[in-house]
């Protein structure tokens, strides 16, 4: 027997055991859930490149075109005089508009926005994408609308699953980047 016959007879047998279709059902879901979290890394890659691009050329979403970092504006400045409150209002009310403050958020937003649209260095931008997200929780406290729960939170979390999944693998170039030899060297570049 050549070795296409057999393994079209072991292919075969396997399909028609018990519990084959179980087996598939299971890869289909795995499938699935890869290309979702694949889709979860591309909107968070998207909203945090979104605010960078609306707050360096005033798009006027969320950033007037007047107000553009390109044309002098601040992209702390705003949100931070004015939209900061609870505990930290008076750590955030002494940061806005500092020129450190911008350069430190503007950097990040691109940064971390690039690595999941991309889908490299996942790990890297998940970390610093939870810290940004939860330091603007705390920009807020409490939220307006629960006694401690809003979506900055659950983007922490949602870049903390991406993270652990290598969501980077699916429609980016995680596999890829993991081949490099630094990657492989350091694990928590992946």
């Known amino acids: 027997m050549d070795t296409m016959t057999a393994t079209t007879k072991r292919n075969t047998a396997a399909v028609n055991t018990p519990g084959a279709e179980t087996i598939r059902e299971q890869t289909t879901r795995q499938q699935a859930t890869r290309y979702l979290l694949g889709g979860l890394r591309l909107a968070l890659g998207w909203i945090f490149l979104w605010a960078f691009l609306d707050k360096m050329f005033g798009l006027g979403f969320a950033t007037e075109a007047k107000n553009a970092w390109i044309d002098g504006g601040s992209p702390t400045k705003g949100f931070l ?3 900061a409150a609870g505990p930290f209002q ?5 940061i806005a508009g500092a020129a450190w403050a ?3 958020f503007m950097i990040g937003l691109a940064a971390i926005g690039t690595a999941l649209m991309l889908g490299i260095g996942v790990r ?3 970390a610093a994408g939870g810290l940004m997200l939860v330091l603007m929780w705390t920009a807020v406290l409490p939220p307006e609308n629960n006694p401690f729960m809003d979506d900055h939170l659950i ?3 949602v870049l903390a699953l991406l993270a652990v999944t290598n969501a980077g693998d699916n429609w980016g170039l995680g596999r890829t980047w993991a081949r490099l030899p630094i990657v492989q060297r350091f694990g ?3």
Request: aromatic residues 30%.
């Open 81 to 83: 005089s004015f939209g």
């Open 90 to 94: 008076g750590f955030y009310n002494s």
């Open 102 to 104: 911008d350069w430190l």
């Open 124 to 126: 890297v931008a998940a």
């Open 155 to 157: 983007y922490a979390g």
């Open 188 to 190: 928590w570049l992946r």
